[in-house]
């Protein structure tokens, strides 16, 4: 079925529809991993985008079954669903092969009741889409677009919404290994499977909370057991949005010396709560082969990036640093207090898709946590 892609300044691609077929619009973004894609359109960070694939064929390898572990938690997906509001690709293979497939790539998004397009010229949207800026955008029907004369309704921004609301639990999730060794309260943004996984097999016992939680109240305090750690996880929009419900729980930590860490939202709504200053980037940073460099030794890391706003170095306020930095574009990719337990980081180091160079911050959030623990 013929469809397109409209961007919100009017410029067009005509393409193919698949998938559920049906109309659908959200923020366009691309990114440039090459593997991956189950996990990224199962990464909750991307609620209220349409995701384009510069890799020029999606859906060689097929879609794995939704097989659980002995969490209940999905083995081979970043979150219970599929995130993103539609799909943009070059060209989808129909056919597949992989030991773990169980499906095609179409037949998940059509299961999804997810649209996708094909036929498009991926690089020529993405080079568009780096010189004009990430765009609200419109996948529409060949008939539909017709009856409009040509034109497409935008009927809200997504980054004007609450996406976190949106796509994190309502209930408080306990996840307990066999042999804990502490206890980390889990604030969920739309935190990526992956991050409850690494922890887990380090021993860690989880509290997965919902976005809302206050953990100051006494009556949470009376109902829960102490935490070793707080953690605040990545997920969708604009980190203002929820900067002022957070900022208690972050506050908290610090003036009870509790060992904090966030990871991509939570690195901005981090610098959020201190007083620090975010802003919108041009068109983010989304792929698996962003480098990074460690401030204070220099180390470099090829990481998992997915994010469309940025901290603002200059609005930090005293006793706190850069400790990460974007090689390509400069940009701020993780915060440190220079005597509290607490730090973050713009970046995934639980891959998922992308390297797994930077999984060992999990370890010295670990350390930090047994440092500290009473």
């Not at 750690?229 to 729980?249: D, L, Q, R, W």
Request: aromatic share 10%; net charge negative.
């Amino acid at each position: 079925m013929k469809g397109y892609l409209v961007l919100a300044d009017g410029k067009t691609f005509e393409g193919e529809l698949f998938g559920s077929k049906k109309d659908t619009q959200g923020e366009v973004v691309f990114t440039t991993a090459m593997v991956g894609y189950e996990q990224s359109l199962t990464d909750a960070s991307f609620q209220g985008q349409i995701l384009t694939f510069t890799y020029p064929m999606i859906g060689n390898y097929g879609v794995p079954s939704e097989d659980r572990d002995e969490y209940g938690i999905l083995k081979y997906f970043e979150s219970e669903n599929i995130s993103v509001q539609g799909v943009v690709v070059c060209e989808y293979s129909k056919k597949f092969s992989h030991y773990r497939a169980e499906k095609s790539f179409t037949q998940w998004l059509e299961d999804k009741n997810i649209s996708g397009i094909s036929g498009i010229d991926t690089r020529e949207l993405t080079q568009y889409l780096r010189d004009n800026g990430s765009q609200m955008g419109q996948i529409i029907s060949h008939e539909n677009f017709n009856k409009q004369n040509n034109t497409v309704t935008f009927t809200e921004n997504s980054n004007d919404k609450n996406l976190v609301a949106e796509v994190s639990t309502h209930e408080i999730k306990t996840y307990t290994p066999k042999n804990s060794i502490a206890r980390v309260a889990v604030f969920d943004f739309g935190i990526k499977l992956n991050i409850i996984r690494e922890f887990l097999k380090r021993d860690i016992e989880v509290v997965l909370l919902p976005w809302d939680s206050d953990i100051t109240t006494q009556d949470f305090q009376e109902s829960n057991e102490k935490f070793d750690g707080i953690f605040f996880s990545n997920g969708p929009g604009n980190p203002e949005t929820i900067a002022n419900t957070v900022k208690k729980n972050i506050l908290f930590a610090l003036e009870n010396t509790i060992p904090l860490w966030g990871i991509c939202l939570g690195n901005q709504i981090l610098s959020l709560a201190i007083g620090g200053k975010t802003k919108k980037m041009k068109f983010g940073n989304r792929g698996a082969n962003v480098p990074c460099k460690e401030t204070a030794t220099g180390r470099c890391f090829i990481t998992s990036q997915n994010h469309g706003y940025e901290v603002d170095e200059d609005s930090l306020p005293k006793g706190w640093s850069v400790s990460w930095v974007n090689l390509n574009d400069k940009t701020v990719e993780g915060i440190t207090h220079e005597s509290l337990p607490a730090n973050s980081v713009q970046f995934h180091p639980e891959s998922c898709p992308g390297p797994e160079d930077a999984n060992i911050l999990f370890d010295d959030f670990i350390a930090t946590i047994l440092q500290y623990k009473k």
